[in-house]
């Protein structure tokens, strides 16, 4: 009885994943359940599959075998229905060098259906450290401030599921700190994360998964 | 969604506007060899055009093919356009057209003039100019799934030409066919419409084929 109620609970649940990369295989057997709230701490070393495992989760990458289901159904066939509850950040920040920081803010998330106003993009850069530097183009912005502008997105998504790919690389404390608060704010309201980090994020949560992967 | 893609890659276009003029200025120079090196023989030159004024335009728009996806791909941005809740071939669509207008209309608007270099008709610059206008979104279809085949390979460039340029033919023949019967004195119609429909074509088909190239490109 309690076992099925759990299995409900699990929005987000991963059976026997396997990714073959090239002609080596990353990992296979792996199984993940994930409840609203949840944090999930990826580790291993270089080369393990952590990136690979994140783009599987997000759909860019068809696993070899096994499935990811999303309420329940799968997400090769819940399609953009599963994508709209998705923000993914590669370590590629996804910021354009040519448009200003609020220009890709914007454009990034009208292209995502939710289109907000200059103020209210304004606002999260503000938030996000980078208040003066809203309209230069992010050519001329260091490697940390362009990965900030990147995180914006996470300030006025409305996405359930977090993907973030090493993330924290380049960022300062004060970054990393305001990243923090922000998964922290994701997870109270009821959200889930899944980090592929190395670092501590110190979180404080009950629901903490920490999933290693190996060579 | 679709103008914000086109507005978004308008932008940077304009904001990259040296690439946008190397592509027109290549078109320009190329055409105006021909008569440079043939000399005043106005009816050689005329036979001639149809067929330069033509392949000048192909070549040119491998130029700019290359960069379709690569500038999205490198920074990291095409991974988010796949991952926006909204068909992938409506993207695709969507950065085709803005390539489009950054690349193409600028050689249907230019090509009329350096046309006059061949001892045109202004009624035969008029078909020219149509013939392009109906021609060159082929192009740019049939070129994004070239652009998405080839990319992250090396050597993409070359590769593109390869695979690209043999399907472009179609339209060199129509539309190049359209001019040529235009400076015989016949009507160039039949050429048109089978153009346009060999537009209509592609547009049926290159968007679906682009998005799953993409998909596979990205893996």
Redesign the interface.
């Known amino acids: 009885m309690l076992q099925s109620r759990r299995r409900t609970n699990n929005i987000l649940e991963v059976s026997k994943l396997g990714c073959v990369r090239g002609d080596r295989r990353l990992f296979s057997g792996l199984d993940l359940s994930v409840s609203p709230g949840t944090f999930v701490q990826l580790t291993g070393p270089n080369g393990s599959g952590k990136t690979s495992l994140l783009r599987i989760l997000c759909g860019l990458l068809p696993p070899a075998e096994g499935q990811v289901n999303w309420e329940g159904a799968n997400i090769r066939s819940l399609g953009e229905e599963y994508v709209a509850a998705v923000t993914y950040l590669g370590h590629r920040h996804g910021v354009k060098d040519e448009l200003t920081a609020i220009e890709n803010l914007r454009i990034s998330n009208a292209l995502n259906g939710v289109e907000i106003s200059n103020e209210r993009a304004g606002a999260a850069l503000k938030e996000m450290g980078l208040g003066g530097r809203e309209s230069l183009p992010a050519r001329f912005l260091s490697e940390g401030q362009r990965r900030r502008v990147g995180l914006a997105r996470l300030l006025v998504c409305n996405t359930k599921l977090w993907l973030l790919d090493e993330v924290m690389t380049s960022l300062d404390k004060g970054a990393v700190a305001l990243v923090r608060s922000l998964i922290q704010n994701h997870l109270t309201g009821g959200g889930i994360v899944i980090v592929a980090t190395h670092q501590d994020l110190e979180l404080s949560t009950d629901r903490f998964q920490r999933l290693e992967l190996t060579t | 969604?679709l103008r914000?893609?086109v507005?978004?890659d308008l932008?940077?276009a304009w904001?990259?506007r040296a690439d946008m003029l190397s592509t027109v200025f290549f078109f320009v120079i190329v055409v105006s060899l021909f008569p440079l090196g043939i000399g005043p023989e106005t009816q050689l030159l005329r036979t001639i055009a149809p067929g330069v004024v033509w392949v000048a335009a192909l070549l040119a728009s491998m130029l700019s093919l290359g960069r379709l996806f690569a500038n999205d791909y490198?920074?990291?941005?095409l991974?988010?356009?796949?991952?926006?809740?909204?068909?992938l071939f409506l993207v695709v669509l969507g950065k085709t057209l803005a390539h489009w207008i950054i690349a193409e209309v600028p050689l249907v608007l230019v090509a009329p003039l350096v046309g006059v270099q061949f001892d045109l008709s202004r009624e035969t610059l008029w078909i020219l100019f149509a013939s392009l206008l109906i021609g060159t979104p082929v192009l740019s279809l049939i070129g994004s799934v070239g652009a998405a085949l080839t990319l992250g390979l090396r050597g993409g460039g070359v590769l593109i030409s390869i695979l690209v340029l043999p399907l472009y033919i179609p339209a060199l023949i129509f539309g190049s066919g359209a001019v040529e019967a235009s400076i015989m004195g016949a009507t160039p119609a039949p050429h048109l419409y089978l153009l346009g429909a060999f537009a209509i074509v592609t547009l049926l088909f290159s968007p679906w084929a682009a998005a799953s190239a993409l998909r596979i490109s990205?893996?």
């Open positions: 969604m914000w893609i507005w978004r932008m940077l904001r990259r490198q920074d990291g941005t991974e988010q356009l796949l991952l926006t809740p909204q068909p990205l893996e």
